[in-house]
């Protein structure tokens, strides 16, 4: 596994054939592509590592396609897990796709194929991959099913596709109150302006049956953190959840669905969920393995 | 254990002692009485009896009492998973402990003790138990924690407390309608208006920490259906899950949280989310075990 060699087939140059953000597919990543999201992140997968990857190792010299790797807080893990599986990872975005190759590369890694690609036309042979792993892009599309086809078709037969989506209405935390839940549908109205679905998580089993395939697992993978875990508790809220209803406050502003007094409360009593003795915290990701028989 | 025999110390009789239903303490149970709650409340604990009692298991002599044991639901499946323990049931409802005794002798077990009595002011002595086990109560009452502190005081130095509650802020399901959110929030809303909160499952390791108990473990026990799962996903949402909301539609309906049309389109769409291949449903219930030091 290198990053010249190894390549798969390739129909055709994606750097040609998608050139524009327009149209289809994940053109508006909803929280932006500022450092601190980057951060955000990187501290994410670091935290949920465990949680969301347990199970999923691929052997030796198995083709694997990671569609939408963005900065390759993913990446990483997959490599560190399967260091010996040949790596192929897309993205929409020419940065993203630069970042996600230098982090791997510099976890030690071998980098594996980075290709600047569109989840819904993906520059592949029919039957390319033996497996394809997909991890928070769902939620981003205009089309989830319509990607899912697509992927199907450059998975060979038997090959298998596991995917990891949020749910964001699967979160609730204590305190509760009316601030903190209102920062948080903000949240998810911002997603739902752009006509994705931040609540996919639960639709995985659905969505990929449509798509064809054949669901052999799907269930929830949650965290859940108070005060026997204050650690857990504080990372969840602080490095993950606040930073990440922070991108929607601009949004949010400009469409009057908060100002900035209920917004600043909002953030606050939100923080205040991390803080132990009282605080408490859970959500959901959901993680489904198919096939394509 | 049998009935009349080996029971616990009792300070004085409840049977004299609370007479009424009014003041403190689980007065009005926000679900009723029915014919029809007597049976979902059968059916739900059949359902949910693995999920809920895993690691719940009580050694031979053990005195453990079930605060709050309803209709015997849960009676009946600690009598069968520790089936020599010494178990004392109490509930505020004189004909709900007729029942519950009726429930545990009918499925062969031998039955423990039935005493009707407030969880708020318990007819026992101090340290009279070794364990307390509390399901689906904390949620009915005015002041759980005050429940907690009186649970506390007739538990030995020691002695442990195992705590069930659900969260009905954790619920989700696909499709998810606006009709059909809206009759989950007028449950949610019933329950609030006698100053009950159906959503304690999170605050549990705060309140028996507020209660002066240190908690050992506190965690999400969740149940999630979909068309892989047909059979739990149309028994969560068809035995469980709608009855239990429509007990809450005379309310919901007089206060003019809902009109009939709004309810039954409401009620029609839950329904549609127990159908596979296109229906999900997620529930989580909160159990947590601390000890009196």
């Not at 697509?150 to 949020?166: A, H």
């Not at 052999?216 to 108070?226: A, F, K, N, Q, S």
């Amino acid at each position: 596994m290198c990053d010249e060699g190894k390549k798969p087939s390739i129909r055709d140059n994606p750097e040609i054939r998608r050139t524009g953000e327009s149209g289809i597919g994940m053109t508006r990543y909803v929280h932006g592509y500022s450092k601190r999201e980057m951060r955000r992140l990187r501290e994410q997968s670091a935290i949920l590592s465990d949680l969301l990857h347990d199970g999923t190792r691929y052997e030796p010299g198995r083709r694997v396609l990671e569609a939408g790797c963005g900065v390759g807080a993913q990446s990483v893990i997959l490599a560190a897990r399967s260091p010996e599986a040949r790596f192929t990872a897309v993205d929409l975005s020419a940065e993203s796709i630069a970042r996600a190759k230098a982090a791997v590369r510099s976890s030690g890694h071998a980098a594996g194929t980075f290709l600047r690609a569109d989840i819904h036309a993906l520059p592949f042979e029919d039957g390319a991959f033996d497996s394809v792993f997909v991890c928070f892009v769902l939620e981003h599309l205009d089309d989830p099913g319509a990607a899912l086809r697509e992927l199907k078709r450059v998975l060979r037969s038997g090959g298998d596709i596991t995917v990891i989506e949020g749910d964001h209405g699967s979160c609730f935390w204590h305190p509760e109150t009316a601030a903190s839940r209102r920062v948080w549908e903000c949240m998810i109205r911002a997603q739902a302006l752009h006509g994705h679905d931040s609540r996919i998580g639960r639709r995985l089993t659905p969505l990929l049956r449509g798509a064809g395939f054949s669901v052999r697992r799907c269930g929830p993978r949650w965290v859940y953190g108070d005060a026997l875990r204050p650690g857990l508790l504080d990372g969840m809220v602080n490095q993950i959840i606040v930073p990440m209803v922070q991108t929607a406050k601009e949004r949010a502003l400009a469409a009057g669905w908060a100002d900035e007094a209920v917004w600043r409360r909002g953030i606050r009593d939100l923080e205040r969920s991390g803080v132990p003795p009282e605080g408490t915290f859970f959500y959901t990701w959901f993680k489904a393995e198919a096939v394509k028989e």
